[in-house]
């Protein structure tokens, strides 16, 4: 009975059972939830469905039946109800789709739009306005009639001077009366006159009034009434008034709302000059864990959750801290986790630490099994089974008959056979003997079908016996000693230190005795065993070799001692001492201790005629020099002039005073410069300065006044400094073409050209030095003169000695000669990415050896001269391992594509490319640095802290084996590989590398700037000694990848420089960018777009076909002639 998955339904389980095969459905547990979602093969809370569509746990969603519902998704279950609407601030709100909005006015049963005015529908004097759902209603202005004493009349809303009102009585205009309060005065209502005690308006001032008292008209400040209300407001003649409200130094208008000034949570409403305050209510909140925000009033739901004591944000997805194997997402404080769905199941997986079951073998009952093998069961030798996409499947075996009387069942076999045996093609009975056919020394014997063969037994009296040929036993004659065979009585010296004789197959070894030596310095050369002295030995004395002395028996006769020929060799000679006859007698001073000759005491008394104008140094400082004048030696201190270059560039010649640079930095350019170089100021024309080892020397060109005749013009022409006359009607030539003076024309992007009387003037733009974030890469735009900075994947790149440019942007110098960690997936082990570096017998320095990928269950391992192995198996190229790597080359480039979007490209000698997608940012560790797009922390050691030695840096990210706690090889240090070759090779590689800063390199010094690459370009030099012309090709091969990285192509190689050699008589050219997916007779017919989707870069250089042509079995040749091919196979 054997269990298995249905091969057309992973749902669906099966049994076979005597040939019989029953299927059913995988069983699934009752819900509890209202919209289970389905997964994988039953239905799961999991999530939401609702309306064909998915929603995870805790995602909130608009209803499709009601946009004024809002409906949220928890545990599988979907609940509805009506969005909630905000608190407003507003009065007179209208109803807006689902809520009431602020946008308009509903103001006694009528609505108005914002903004519109209209008559007040209680007192039509009153005009009201709509503002943001807030209605304020004033009066209508009336202007001032004119008169003491004006009269409403109806149907106006203001008095008029048509009639008097007074003392209560309403009087036409002209007519005469008799004062109520007084009828001994008489009143005339005619607009002017007023009765003795009437007040009225000052003609002038709003804030006065007038009173009119015995004939006289007597005017006073306005007099404030008494208000009732407590939070009355000022009028414009500063009185309280209760049409507003002042409250806490804010004033408002009758019916306002407004926040609390002393507490923003409180909401205050101001109605006839009184504020009432009252707190202000907060919408309800659905989550369980709201947070009120420092200095808010309302709690809010930020929905980020907490799980397993890590928090992260709403909406974020992440790995389970507490099972790799799934995924989990954080929506509105809920989270929701699921396992990683697998593409295949199946009933006899491997083991494996992936989350889903590996099905390309089985195991069964303990052991592995590759796909489709078929073997016997090791508990049942009686079942044949066979391994198919991880499923094993057993059937009962069938015996044969056996013909003989008595047959044997061995152990671990099902079937019984007859004891023969089938040795070298031939069949032996049961118990008998025979002699091999192999080896005649050997007799072999056939026992119960086992055949056993067995040498002879020899018997020999000597310790080191020879074979002879035809015979089986080796003989006591010649001898056959550590791997060599002697004759009788040779005698012979297996090494320097050993003499010894052969004697009838015993060998006699005797030690090689050495001489006595009387030196102290003994050395025992290659080949040799006994020591040779080192040193020279004078008067009885020993010296080391190099050493100089003086004769201690003869004055000033110098000894020194030199290695010649593969000998110490004694070289003695006379010194000659310098005439002192102008020295006094009493100033000569005998030979101090070391030195031979007198010296004079007075150095300034010895300058002759002859000697006029010489120099020498009076002392050991070379700073301190005298020169011969006028018959007298004047000393001076010299000092050195100030340097533009940084102090860790500059260094000093042996015999040399000051420090000196090889070139200099302009730092109002941001460019460095050669020694020698000179140039124009950019700002002023007339300034012209040079580049002396490392000091800016500049001058100021003079201009002479310039007055012009006949009808010339007084013109600067461009990158001149002075004025000079010229003709304006000269007209220009240039290319063919014709100009006017004064015309302007664009050559290129960057260069614009001025027709100037006749001479053509042409200046290029000068583009800023572009800084672009580490996952962005400086691109020139075509049509555009300066580079602008576009979005890239992150490609760490190796080269040279070796030097490591992370994926965020830094340039790192490292020397180990080991193991190490290039890249490495440090979160999830997605894969790592190892360099092993050799120092080719250079101690010191390094370069790349060999690539190790690994991914899934691959070992990946690229090898020098374009050698791949994969699980230490050579295979050829092109190599395909679904579902990990796709391996090919291009003509001196192995590309290694992988399923997770990482890309590895390797010239097979030292020069290495990784490039990373996004989805890994911030999760990579090793020598590339961390892609966080922060170069300044790339040096992060393995225990997290951040260092400044390279070699610390790069030490700690040896590869460990497993049984071992350390690393087994040497430290790298921090060298200077120039400072140990010296100032000539120094200067020699600077002047080789100086190509990347000429116009070789020119149009890319703005995408990419070469100081980096020119700094390491120098160090590999230094470091290269011999092979000085690889390490230079190496260095440019590197900035140019950088530069076609920005997609900008530089021919830049000639037949002196990195020139390629391709074979021009099978059709190859050479190009500088070329595809690497070219087309064959296999893909002549596919459109390009389709093969260069399918490519590991834009493009590679190498050797190409010509276009028009493809390429079939390494030529290039025309697509008519490609061999006709039947199902894909010639």
């Not at 339904?9 to 095969?21: A, Y």
């Not at 992260?312 to 396992?339: H, M, R």
């Not at 079951?357 to 590759?370: A, I, Q, T, W």
């Not at 010894?500 to 050369?525: A, F, K, M, R």
Request: with cysteine; hydrophobic share 25%; proline share 8%.
């Amino acid at each position: 009975m054997q269990r298995f998955y249905d091969p057309l339904d992973d749902c669906r389980s099966c049994m076979c059972n005597n040939g019989t095969i029953t299927c059913q459905r995988k069983p699934c547990v009752p819900l509890q939830c209202s919209h289970p979602i389905l997964q994988d093969c039953c239905r799961t809370c999991d999530g939401c469905l609702l309306g064909g569509r998915e929603y995870a746990n805790g995602e909130q969603f608009a209803d499709g039946s009601d946009s004024c519902k809002t409906c949220v998704c928890r545990e599988g279950s979907v609940s509805c109800e009506r969005r909630r609407c905000p608190v407003l601030e507003c009065p007179f709100p209208i109803q807006g789709h689902c809520c009431r909005a602020c946008d308009g006015c509903n103001y006694l049963g009528e609505e108005y739009l914002n903004g519109q005015e209209f008559p007040g529908p209680l007192d039509p004097c009153t005009r009201c306005e709509c503002m943001s759902g807030f209605v304020s209603c004033s009066r209508r202005p009336c202007y001032s009639p004119g008169c003491s004493h004006p009269i409403n009349l109806p149907g106006q809303c203001c008095p008029v001077c048509e009639g008097c009102y007074y003392g209560g009585v309403a009087i036409s205009n002209g007519q005469t009366f008799t004062n109520p309060t007084d009828t001994c005065s008489q009143c005339t209502c005619r607009g002017e006159d007023y009765a003795e005690g009437a007040t009225f308006p000052a003609p002038k001032g709003k804030c006065e009034e007038c009173r009119c008292q015995k004939g006289q008209v007597i005017c006073d400040t306005k007099r404030c009434s008494k208000v009732l209300c407590p939070h009355p407001t000022i009028d414009l003649c500063d009185c309280p008034v209760c049409d507003g409200c002042r409250y806490k130094e804010r004033v408002c208008k009758n019916g306002e709302r407004f926040p609390d000034p002393s507490d923003k949570c409180n909401r205050c409403a101001c109605l006839n000059g009184k504020v009432t305050c009252e707190s202000g209510s907060c919408p309800a909140v659905t989550c369980q864990n709201p947070v009120t925000p420092r200095g808010e009033c309302c709690p809010q739901c930020t929905g980020t959750c907490n799980y397993l004591g890590r928090v992260y944000e709403n909406g974020a997805t992440f790995n389970s801290p507490s099972e790799k194997c799934s995924k989990c997402t954080c929506l509105a404080e809920v989270v929701t986790c699921w396992q990683r769905p697998c593409s295949k199941k199946c009933t006899h997986p491997v083991a494996s630490t992936a989350c889903c079951p590996d099905c390309k073998r089985c195991s069964f009952e303990g052991l592995e099994y590759e796909n489709r093998e078929t073997f016997f069961s090791p508990s049942d030798p009686c079942k044949r089974c066979s391994c198919l996409d991880g499923n094993v499947l057993c059937l009962e075996v069938v015996c044969p008959q056996v013909t003989c009387s008595e047959p044997i069942t061995k152990p671990k076999q099902c079937c019984p056979e007859c004891p023969v045996c089938i040795h070298r093609g031939k069949q032996y009975a049961g118990g008998s003997h025979w002699v091999s056919a192999v080896n005649p020394c050997h007799t072999c014997v056939c026992m119960q079908g086992e055949v056993t063969c067995q040498e002879p037994e020899c018997k020999v009296t000597c310790q080191y016996p020879a074979r002879i040929p035809g015979q089986c036993c080796p003989v006591c004659l010649d001898c056959y000693f550590e791997g060599n065979i002697y004759g009788n009585r040779e005698s012979f010296k297996p090494d320097p230190c050993r003499e010894c004789s052969c004697n009838g197959g015993d060998v006699l070894c005797l030690p090689v005795e050495c001489p006595t030596l009387s030196c102290g310095q003994q050395v025992t050369n290659a080949g040799s065993c006994c020591p040779e002295c080192r040193g020279c030995m004078y008067n009885g004395k020993e010296y080391q070799e190099g050493a100089n002395w003086f004769a201690p028996t003869i004055p000033c006769m110098t000894c020194m001692c030199v290695m010649g020929d593969g000998v110490q060799r004694l070289r003695c000679y006379r010194q000659q001492c310098p005439s002192l006859v102008d020295c006094p007698r009493n100033l000569i001073m005998a030979p101090t201790s070391g030195h031979c000759c007198p010296s004079c005491a007075q150095p300034l008394s010895n300058c002759t005629a002859t000697l006029v104008g010489s120099e020498l140094l009076a002392t050991d400082d070379p700073c301190y020099t005298c020169h011969c004048k006028d018959l007298t030696w004047i000393c001076i201190h010299q000092s050195c002039p100030l340097l533009s270059c940084p102090i860790s560039d500059q260094f000093t010649p042996t015999g040399s005073c000051c420090p000196i640079c090889d070139e200099c930095l302009v730092e109002a350019e941001n460019r460095r410069v050669s020694d020698g170089e000179t140039w124009s100021d950019s700002i002023d024309e007339c300034i012209t300065c040079s580049c002396n080892l490392g000091h800016i020397e500049c001058q100021i060109e003079e201009c002479l006044s310039v007055i012009c005749h006949d009808g010339l013009i007084k013109v600067r022409s461009p990158g001149r400094c002075c004025y000079d006359c010229q003709d304006p009607r000269i007209s220009c030539s240039y290319q063919g073409r014709t100009y006017q003076s004064n015309r302007h024309w664009e050559v290129d992007e960057c260069t614009t050209c001025t027709c100037v009387s006749g001479e053509v003037h042409c200046q290029t733009e000068h583009c800023p030095p572009v800084t672009c974030s580490s996952d962005e890469s400086p691109v020139l735009i075509p049509g555009m003169c300066c580079p602008h900075c576009i979005p890239r994947p992150a490609t760490c790149m190796v080269f040279g000695d070796p030097h490591f440019l992370t994926f965020d942007g830094k340039m790192i110098h490292f020397q180990g000669a080991c193991s190490y960690i290039l890249a490495e997936d440090c979160e999830g082990g997605d894969f790592s990415i190892r360099v092993t570096n050799d120092d080719r017998g250079r101690r010191g320095v390094s370069w790349t050896k060999e690539v190790t990928v690994l991914i899934g269950d691959l070992i990946v391992q690229l090898l020098q001269d374009w050698v791949v192995m994969v699980d230490d198996h050579t295979v050829s190229l092109p190599f395909l391992k679904e579902p990990y790597v796709y391996i090919e080359r291009r003509t001196n480039s192995i590309l290694l594509n992988t399923n997770i979007g990482v890309k590895v490209l390797w010239n097979g000698k030292s020069h290495l490319e990784v490039s990373l997608p996004g989805t890994y940012k911030g999760q990579a560790c090793g020598l590339c640095g961390n892609f966080n797009n922060y170069p300044q922390d790339d040096m992060r050691i393995r225990s997290g802290q951040i260092v400044t030695s390279e070699a610390t840096f790069g030490n700690s990210w040896k590869v460990r084996s497993e049984n071992e706690s350390r690393p087994h090889c040497a430290d790298g240090e921090d060298i200077d590989p120039c400072k140990q070759a010296g100032y000539r090779a120094r200067k020699a590689a600077n002047a080789k590398c100086k190509i990347l800063k000429s116009k070789v390199f020119e149009r890319c010094h703005a995408l990419v700037p070469p100081e980096m690459f020119f700094g390491s370009c120098v160090y590999d030099l230094c470091a290269c000694g011999s092979n000085i012309d690889e390490c230079l090709c190496d260095a440019l091969e590197a900035y140019a990848s950088q530069c076609r990285e920005a997609a900008l192509i530089l021919h830049w190689r000639s037949p002196t420089l990195c020139a390629v050699g391709c074979p021009s008589d099978r059709g190859y050219v050479f190009d500088e960018c070329g595809p690497p997916c070219p087309k064959t007779c296999f893909n002549k017919d596919v459109p390009l777009g389709v093969i260069d989707a399918h490519c590991f870069k834009p493009c590679v250089p190498g050797c190409q076909c010509p276009a028009g042509l493809v390429e079939h079995e390494s030529h290039c040749i025309a697509p008519e002639t490609c061999p006709k091919i039947i199902y894909g196979n010639l």
